[in-house]
């Protein structure tokens, strides 16, 4: 599978954004989806993760209640909606698609085989 991720931008404190995630083929849906990010100078931390279906979701502590993350598997699409963005979730988005069951450790970016190029998400004090 083939990830593309887009929707970042320069944005102020307090801001929201969504970012996208489109994913070729027709197997998406048997993808965990999950989101990570990684800001300059610091090691790739995990966002965010979704289940096949997108009954479960699993968050990072420090984006627990502002981010949320969906999928249209219709449209082969993972979304992050992010709100009330801070200076410090500054940094470049990746997403990424899990082949492994759910539970076994989607925090972790081993467990992901595919990865999208990443879109850059800066927001300025």
């Known amino acids: 599978v083939q990830l593309q991720a887009s929707g970042g931008g320069l944005v102020q404190a307090g801001d929201s954004l969504r970012l996208s995630c489109a994913a070729s083929?027709?197997?998406?849906?048997?993808?965990?989806m999950g989101w990570f990010r990684q800001a300059p100078g610091k090691e790739r931390e995990f966002v965010a993760a979704?289940?096949?279906?997108?009954?479960?979701?699993v968050y990072a502590d420090s984006v627990q209640g502002r981010f949320t993350i969906s999928r249209d598997n219709a449209k082969n699409t993972v979304y992050l909606q992010m709100i009330s963005l801070k200076p410090e979730d500054t940094a470049v988005y990746y997403c990424?698609?899990?082949?492994?069951?759910w539970g076994v450790g989607q925090q972790y970016s081993y467990e992901y085989e595919y990865w999208g190029q990443g879109t850059l998400v800066t927001v300025s004090s």
């Open positions: 990424a698609a899990d082949t492994t069951a």
């Open positions: 979704i289940s096949r279906s997108g009954g479960r979701k």
């Open positions: 083929g027709r197997t998406f849906s048997t993808y965990i």
